[in-house]
């Protein structure tokens, strides 16, 4: 997703139930982190969501451990990979769990692996917020997730393997929504 304000010109949203979101090249950051956070919220209610968050999460007791393992989840079952070019393209969470679960595995980026963690966690009724860094200027580097747990923010970005909970982007700007 590195500058994408830089050069989006088209953003593909699949499965969003004929909802329609757009981002031009005039939008911020804050903007599209707030496509982010409106798909999180639109998805936290989808059975399949909440079905598959309760499946994953069966044996855990508390929010730290429903955490783990949906973060294990998405984590073990996303790969990152870039957008192509000029394209912004965010998979809906829904049709995340379905590739996953058909396919055990799926290619996304940093946005679609946030909609999709912060769909689940949200689903358990656990508050989440969308991340962003940014580098200079207004360009929009990573999107990521944090959730809150008894008032404590855990960093979860799940982009790369080797992540661990608590890991957070490195960023001086940093923007949550």
Known sequence: MSHMFDFLNNLNLSGLSGKKYSVS????????GQIIK??????????????????ITAN????????????DWVQNGVTFQDDP???????????????????GQIY?????ITALLGSLVASLG?????????TQGNNLSHVYLKAYVNGQAIP???????NQIGWEYPSANKIEI
């Open 108 to 112: 996304e980026d940093c946005d679609s």
């Open 60 to 71: 855990c007791m508390n929010d730290d451990c429903r955490i783990e393992k949906i973060y």
């Open 156 to 162: 979860l970005d799940a982009t790369y393997k080797n």
């Open 38 to 55: 409106n798909m999180i919220n639109e998805y936290k209610n989808n059975p399949e969501i909440l079905q598959t968050a309760q499946d």
């Open 126 to 134: 656990i508050h989440v917020k969308v991340a962003m860094s940014q």
């Open 25 to 32: 090249l005039l939008d911020t950051p804050e903007q599209y």
């Open 85 to 103: 070019l000029l394209i912004e393209r965010l998979i809906a969470p829904d049709l995340a769990i379905r590739t996953i679960k058909q396919y």
